[in-house]
């Protein structure tokens, strides 16, 4: 139920909250920038500095795209904050028996706030005694009421079934929690800075890249004529990969797998030649050549690619390039999922989907 809210003049909610993002992101910020330290200040962790220091691990849990943007703020956490960190869907966590550990930080991720596998997740670990956080957006709600803490999104309402300004605000609080770990562990005062820096570039950056919207829309045109298509990524690149491919599948019907790059020879390589293009998320970070020899397997199979980067590569590794911002390497992430987003909506509304409500889905399933 929408209620007071409405497309405001976009065609669908899922374009209004797409382009809602310099705003959305700029309310999970707000507030929460420390200039002069260059620390996060995240006062609902209801945490002290030594409390901080203590917990030695960091396990994500959320479901869909909340355990995609998980994945994002676990390699976060662990290139800011050095502490080991892994993201894993709260349904597979809560069925599995798992270890409570005393010193791990439990998060838990949920949009609404009232997804029954994630919140009968954060009961199951704080029956064993485990400490559990939230990032949660909607106020109030199941979750937030159960978790010991947490970082709220401020991302305002999100209607469209699939999840958009929430994941991109998610991976903004993950990168507000790893400067806050980094910073009463081993990040410097100048990497801290880098860090706070390049978040408060963040929503202009979203600004240009939702300029290119009507050229994406060609691209999905042409794109979204095949019945199948692969996402690709290294590392930082794999769960944007994922998430872009998630995306694609829940609004335009049309199949996607996402792969890190490296596994393609390991298999789905198989599958690649002229019925299935690639969409291949290569940053300009260390792994850029490894990324670029992935693209010139790919196309000597056939296969067409559309890169999303930071730069025109040589014409003969890509049919098609989506440019954009740099920020910092570990933030990139965030703005390479942009592109992504408008590449699923505008094949969804080409191929005359349901974009808002897709079938078989529901905005939170709140059943087992
Ligand atoms: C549903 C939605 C997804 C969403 C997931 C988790 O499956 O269709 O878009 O990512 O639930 O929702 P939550 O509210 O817990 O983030």
Redesign the pocket.
Known sequence: DAGHYDTGGYEHYLLKEISEQPESIARTLRGRLDERFHIAHLGGLNMDARETRSFRRVKII?????YYSGQIGAQLIEELARIPADAEPASEYRYRNPVIDPDTLYVA????G??YD?LAAVQEIKRKGGRVIGIVNAVGSAIAREVDGGIYLHAGPEVS???TK?FTSTAIAFALLALHFGRVHDLSPSDGRRIVEGLRKLPDQIEQILKQGERIAELAKKYADHPSMMFVGRVRGYPVAREGAQKLKEISYVHAEAYPASELKHGPLALIGPDMPTVAIVPDDELLDKNLTTLGEIRARGGRVLMVGHRQPDAKLADDVIVIPKNEIELDPILLTIPLQLLAYHAAVALERDVDKPRN?????TVE
């Open positions: 959320g479901c869909g795209s909340a991720i949920s949009q609404s009232e997804t994630t079934v699939a999840s929430a889905l529901a905005k939170s399933v």
